[in-house]
């Protein structure tokens, strides 16, 4: 089992930054790649950025330039730097990992979620 830790989440006025974090513990034997979603009231989950272990970001079209997630291979942990904040921006956001557990000599995928953090951003 794969364990998620998101903090960083609060209130903000329009224009004004957060920033995220998200560790990961357990079992690990490999990540994959770690990455954050968001959801709206009403709305469905939707990606807001990735990062795989190598090191590769993609971002939603609507966080590009605004939005900058890094990690850190050596603590499991991602970050998203939130800058010039929109009240669109507001919503649940949802930390997520992929990779793989070793369980004697078998390795076994997983797909981890932590219980997510709030972000309102207020105009």
């Known amino acids: 089992q794969v364990q998620l830790v998101e903090s960083g989440g609060g209130l903000v006025q329009a224009g004004g930054s957060l920033r995220l974090s998200c560790a990961a513990s357990g079992s690990i034997f490999s990540i994959t790649t770690m990455g954050w979603y968001r959801q709206a009231p009403g709305k469905q989950r939707e990606l807001v950025a990735t990062?795989?272990?190598?090191?590769?970001?993609s971002y939603a079209d609507s966080v590009k330039g605004r939005f900058t997630i890094s990690g850190d291979n050596a603590k499991n942990t991602v970050y998203l730097q939130m800058n010039s904040l929109k009240p669109e921006d507001t919503a649940v956001y949802y930390c997520n990992t992929r990779g793989h557990q070793l369980y004697g000599a078998t390795l076994r995928a997983y797909d981890s979620w932590g219980p997510g953090t709030q972000v309102t951003v207020s105009s």
């Open positions: 990062i795989t272990s190598g090191g590769s970001t």
